[in-house]
């Protein structure tokens, strides 16, 4: 099975299934994706957004003072977690005026639910597109490094190599409700990527889990050197949202918004909490 990974030829047969075919969809959701016209009044644009992408990428107006902190910031954070070249090259696009494309995911154990690889993957073929149609865009990946639910993010099921789920869970623990951001692993983590590779077998991947995962880290920087790692070659720029530099320049614009849902509480006659 490995060795057919390792060619790039997987045993396995794979086909495109429309959303409407997959359990636990819902209609609001396929509504939105046919474009049905009892939805067009909840939302502003299609979802195809080659359709609105460059009237949308001419409206941005962001201050370039705050545009070079948060460049400045991307660049300290993701050279920490041992950036590639195309990574910074991004984040230099960024800094000099392209728009963001930007995805994120709770930061779970060894890249948490497989659908993170899919979320990164789609942010840097969009942010492709976008750049192609010319509106330079560059994907981001958004670290929920804030949350607090660890019981959801400190486990991962893994598939061996007889197709059975093995789920592997750290024993790590935090503080009460801490953000998992803060969550430090110690010794235990090893044998935990062993396991993981016993399963996976020996490649670049389990080396990246061995460089990533290790006494030290936090659930935040072990997922954020993974990732950087994993998309090393499309340059997909990560973003701890729980960095206080960051969220010291993002105080004005929630002060904003909480503002604004103020008034509109007001004027529905809803008391504000």
């Known amino acids: 099975m490995y060795e057919h990974a390792l060619s790039g030829v997987l045993p396995v047969k794979s086909q495109c299934l429309p959303f409407r075919q997959i359990p636990h969809t819902t209609p609001l959701f396929t509504d939105f994706l046919s474009w049905s016209p009892p ?10 957004f080659a359709e609105w992408l460059k009237d949308e990428t001419s409206a941005v107006r962001y201050d370039s003072a705050r545009r070079q902190r948060v460049a400045e910031i991307l660049e300290r954070q993701n050279k920490s977690w041992g950036a590639s070249p195309k990574t910074l090259e991004n984040i230099a696009r960024l800094r000099g005026g392209a728009s963001a494309l930007v995805t994120g995911q709770q930061v779970g154990l060894f890249g948490g639910p497989f659908f993170s690889l899919f979320k990164a993957l789609t942010t840097i073929k969009l942010a492709n597109e976008a750049t192609s149609a010319g509106c330079d865009n560059v994907p981001v990946f958004w670290l929920a490094t804030t949350d607090h639910d660890l019981a959801e ?7 061996g190599a007889d197709g059975s789920l093995h789920k592997l869970t750290a024993s790590t623990q935090g503080g009460e409700d801490a953000p998992v951001g803060t969550v430090t692993f110690g010794p235990e983590v090893a044998s935990l990527v062993e396991a993981a590779a016993g399963l996976l077998g020996d490649s670049e991947v389990t080396s990246f889990l061995r460089e990533s995962y290790r006494p030290g880290e936090n659930f935040g920087s072990a997922f954020a050197r993974l990732f950087s790692r994993l998309f090393a070659e499309w340059g997909v720029v990560l973003l701890d949202a729980s960095d206080a530099e960051l969220q010291q ?4 614009i929630w002060m904003k918004l909480s503002s604004l849902a103020e008034r ?3 004027r529905q006659g809803i008391t504000s909490r």
Do not use: E, T
């Open 264 to 266: 509109n509480w007001k």
């Open 153 to 159: 993010i400190s486990h991962v099921s893994v598939l």
């Open 39 to 48: 939805i067009r009044p909840f939302y502003s644009r299609p979802p195809n």
């Open 249 to 252: 320049i993002a105080q004005p």
